[in-house]
């Protein structure tokens, strides 16, 4: 049976501002999980939660040099901090297409060979409103060399309610505007893609 | 009284210069844009001169990026009182209807504008642009590319189309639009270090090392382009790595890497003076050059 996924408030706020921040563009981004210590026999009770969310790019997304650099620099980092890559994220440009595309299936897999249990996420930007009343994830799993949409629920969460009324405060707020993703730090090095002062206002809220 | 005054025009000065810039540099904030333009339309339209006709155009667009269908009504009643029968006028008409999802309607009107003036090269481009809104990006291809064979000088066009070719995957067309570019932009490093990106991605031996000399080359056109130092970097200890070269070949690779990741190391501890926060990502970067250095030996 398939471990779960389950998204923090952090995470799934980081995704929607990076989509609130590009409207007019796809992007994309990972989405990281705590390294699990030991393999439990009964692993499969035991949800993956995926704790952070790291945007990465926006605009063209199906160019290779650049996503290296990302995946391989964001992987040393995860290796200090005891993380792991555990997903990956993406908004098509177009609003109402939200089926997974080349690019996504090919980023998906390569973070699957790392991590089994990897999920690739599509957002359907044709339910993003301001007030995050649902859940507007698609959630894809790597089954047979072919991804599966699993559904997804506010059980897909670690708490639904935290995770909406945050993400909605802090689009209402405008944070997207200092939302920092890899191509503004490829941009400008100062430019921190951890989004420290982000994570301060999740927890601020909390 | 006088201060009172002074302050309140060196505002809305300001606002002026803000949206000039923007316009210049062709930003898409529309979300600030809106803000301040509806503010100086609003209240300070009579201090505005004759800008305000281009101000009304510029916050009419944003509007619309920002569903602000009412805000973006009123700016083209102004156009169109000022401006009866213009095309410019007729084109952000049809643009609204875009925003609108009307595409037919706003087909027609594109029609009808080059129907008075076939080399209207805006209401070809809106016709391209919403092939692409409604996915058809064959057709956009298809139109675009003969587009560029009456307007073959124009830039955005070359640009644009080469991004339709990437999101297809279609690397080798990409990267003869941006060979276009570079040959009419020579001294654009941006270009450059695109072209760069799509022969990486294209792969083989023969385009990575291609690919290295236009990182190389945007390099030297600004040497502060850390996209262009990445992919240096990684271009050349991907040839270095390859089983397939020479030892010469491997040698040379080797140094530009070692170079590059000096110049890298040097770029992060530059940005990481003073935070505290940067040192994870200087770290990082170390870390990720250094494992490297070991897979290519």
């Known amino acids: 049976m398939r471990m779960s996924i389950k998204l923090t408030t952090q995470a799934y706020c980081k995704m929607l501002l990076h989509a609130a921040k590009y409207p007019h563009c796809a992007v994309n981004g990972l989405l990281v999980a705590e390294k699990q210590k030991e393999k439990k026999k009964d692993s499969h009770s035991t949800p993956i939660l995926c704790v952070d969310c790291i945007p990465l790019f926006h605009g063209t997304l199906a160019l290779a040099p650049m996503l290296e650099v990302a995946l391989t620099l964001i992987d040393t980092w995860c290796k200090e901090n005891k993380y792991v890559i555990a997903g990956y994220y993406q908004a098509n440009e177009r609003t109402k297409d939200f089926r997974p595309n080349q690019v996504s299936e090919k980023v998906g897999a390569r973070i699957a060979e790392n991590f089994s249990e990897a999920a690739m996420i599509m957002v359907d930007s044709t339910r993003f409103t301001m007030g995050c009343y649902e859940p507007i994830l698609a959630i894809y799993d790597h089954h047979e060399n072919k991804w599966k949409c699993r559904d997804c629920n506010v059980d897909s969460f670690d708490d639904w309610c935290e995770a909406q009324k945050i993400t909605s405060a802090l689009l209402e707020g405008r944070s997207y505007e200092s939302l920092i993703d890899f191509d503004n730090h490829l941009d400008d090095l100062r430019n921190d893609w951890t989004n420290p002062e982000i994570n301060k206002s999740v927890l601020h809220l909390c | 009284s006088v201060c009172k005054f002074i302050s309140y025009s060196v505002g809305v000065h300001k606002m002026r210069d803000k949206l000039r810039k923007w316009r210049e540099d062709n930003h898409r904030n529309s979300e600030q844009i809106v803000d301040v333009g509806e503010e100086l339309i609003n209240e300070h339209a009579s201090k505005l001169g004759d800008d305000i006709w281009i101000i009304y155009e510029q916050v009419m667009i944003a509007a619309l990026d920002c569903s602000r269908d009412d805000l973006a009504w009123t700016c083209l009643q102004e156009l169109k009182r000022q401006f009866p029968g213009s095309q410019r006028v007729k084109r952000l008409a049809g643009m609204r209807l875009e925003a609108l999802e009307k595409y037919e309607d706003a087909s027609k009107q594109y029609d009808s504008i080059l129907q008075d003036d076939p080399t209207n090269t ?21 139109e675009l590319n003969e587009y560029l064979e009456q307007f073959v000088g124009d830039q955005e066009a070359w640009h644009e189309l080469s991004e339709l070719y990437i999101n297809e995957h279609d690397y080798g067309k990409a990267a003869f639009c941006l060979e276009e570019l570079m040959m009419t932009n020579p001294h654009n490093h941006l270009y450059c270090e695109q072209y760069a990106e799509v022969k990486y991605t294209q792969g083989g031996l023969e385009n990575l090392e291609l690919s290295r000399k236009y990182f190389a080359q945007a390099l030297k056109l600004n ?29 040379a690779n080797v140094k530009y890497a070692a170079w590059a990741t000096n110049q890298i190391n040097r770029a992060y ?17 170390e870390e990720m050059l250094e494992s490297m250095q070991i897979t290519m030996s």
Do not use: D, W
């Open chain 2, 223 to 251: 040497n502060r382009n850390m996209r262009a130092l990445f992919g240096l970097y990684m271009s050349a200890s991907h040839i270095a790595a390859c089983p397939k070269v020479n030892a010469t070949v491997k040698k």
């Open chain 2, 122 to 142: 805006a209401a070809r481009k809106r016709k391209i642009s919403i092939l692409k809104a409604q996915g058809k990006s064959a057709e956009a291809i298809r």
């Open chain 2, 269 to 285: 501890q530059l940005a990481g003076r003073g935070t505290k926060e940067n040192k994870c990502s200087v770290k990082a970067v």
